[in-house]
């Protein structure tokens, strides 16, 4: 026996004879690919050709299917092409590979461009449609809950409420104060350097005192919570979901939205507020000192004409929001983690888009609030 394959060509009249001999097996797999390439390339052009396999002392399915190769790449160039001398016990075999993609590629029709926009349209319709409808059970799951808490008071898991409130509100309050903060400073600064060309230097004091007490403090704030803990939330439930904790818990006879998820959500309604606030202060500070160390205005003068710009209805407004947005960030972020499959991919998914609705969503409700405020004079 031969030590290695072996494929050569030779050339007869107006016809090239291919031969291989040796084992043709995966053993030899990175020989036998340089072996074809080298000599299918190489080989001229002819009328016909023949495959000589006489030689073949091992065959499997890689040294088939590279033979077939070159079969097929005679037959691209024109030449009729026949196989001789393969052994009986290679037939099958042989025969096997022939056959394989053979079928030609199905075509694909160039799709509508207007189709397709409505096809996706249509399916955003409906996804949406499944979301709300995720939503409001959600919803309605919590509700039950709190009405079954009151009804039975003890049932309340008080621990867990006071250990996510811990994490919520109190772990978060460098980030928010440090963050709003610098965000008040910022249009202090911007207010300040655009004001000034027409002398209106004290107007900055009401854009950031309205600015921040209706809007940005307690929007700013939903927004970091919602990417801090909305997807902590998410990632807790879904990894319990994936391990069947949850089914667990049905299993033993405990509400898993009473248990689990209602204290994440009161947490979240008690933290907000309180980080809103935090964090409105944190930008008026922010502001302040930016308009003392950039603008020349003195604190004394920055605290008067916040007095005169501001009331405590703008203060009102801000503080009415926040428990609803974090009620929001709340019921989507547990939503979410409860659609988690079982994979690490789908974690990471519904992780994202938890994060994603909850922004959205609080954006949309700032945006409802700031109508309703204006339509009845707040």
């Known amino acids: 026996m031969s030590g290695g394959p072996l494929f050569s060509f030779a050339i007869s009249g107006e016809r090239v004879e291919f031969v291989a001999t040796g084992p043709w097996i995966a053993a030899h797999a990175e020989a036998l690919e340089l072996l074809v390439s080298d000599v299918t390339s190489k080989a001229p052009a002819a009328r016909s050709a023949a495959v000589n396999l006489s030689g ?11 033979l077939e190769r070159v079969i097929r790449v005679c037959k691209e160039r024109g030449q009729e092409t026949v196989v001789v001398g393969l052994s009986p016990r290679f037939c099958s075999l042989f025969d096997t590979v022939h056959e394989l993609n053979r079928d030609p590629p199905a075509s694909h029709a160039k799709p509508n461009r207007l189709i397709a926009v409505l096809e996706g349209v249509g399916r955003a319709t409906a996804d949406l449609r499944v979301d709300l409808l995720a939503f409001l059970d959600m919803f309605g799951a919590i509700s039950m809950a709190i009405l079954r808490v009151l009804s039975r008071p003890r049932s309340f898991r008080l621990t867990s409420a ?5 994490r919520v509100g109190w772990q978060a309050v460098p980030i928010i104060a440090l963050i ?9 600064q911007q207010g300040i350097f655009h004001f000034r060309k027409f002398g209106a230097d004290a107007y900055v004091v009401d854009m950031v005192g309205i600015l921040v007490l209706r809007e940005i403090g307690v929007l700013i704030v939903s927004i970091m919570v919602a990417g ?32 689990l998820i209602l204290p994440r959500v009161l947490a979240l309604i008690i933290a907000l507020p309180i980080l809103a606030f935090l964090g409105s202060m944190a930008a008026l500070y922010g502001g302040g000192l ?11 003068i920055f605290l008067a004409r916040l007095r005169e710009a501001i009331s405590v209805t703008h203060f009102e407004v801000g503080m009415i929001k926040a428990p609803f947005m974090a ?3 709340g019921i989507v972020a547990c939503s979410e983690g409860l659609r988690v499959k079982g994979s690490a991919e789908s974690l990471g998914l519904q ?8 922004i959205f969503l609080v954006i949309v409700l700032d945006g409802v609030f700031a109508i309703f405020f204006a339509s009845i004079g707040m």
Request: proline share 3%; aromatic share 8%.
């Open 56 to 66: 073949i002392e091992q065959l499997d399915t890689l040294g088939a299917w590279l």
């Open 162 to 166: 006071v250990h996510h409130l811990y």
């Open 180 to 188: 709003t903060f610098l965000i008040g400073g910022i249009i202090a």
């Open 228 to 259: 801090r803990s909305g997807s902590a939330y998410t990632a807790e439930l879904g990894s319990m979901k994936m391990r069947e904790e949850i089914d667990a818990l049905r299993t033993m006879g405990f509400d898993p939205v009473e248990v």
């Open 290 to 300: 930016v308009a003392w160390l950039y603008g020349g205005m003195s604190p004394d």
């Open 327 to 329: 009620l929001v960030i």
């Open 351 to 358: 992780t994202t888009t938890s994060v994603v609705k909850s």
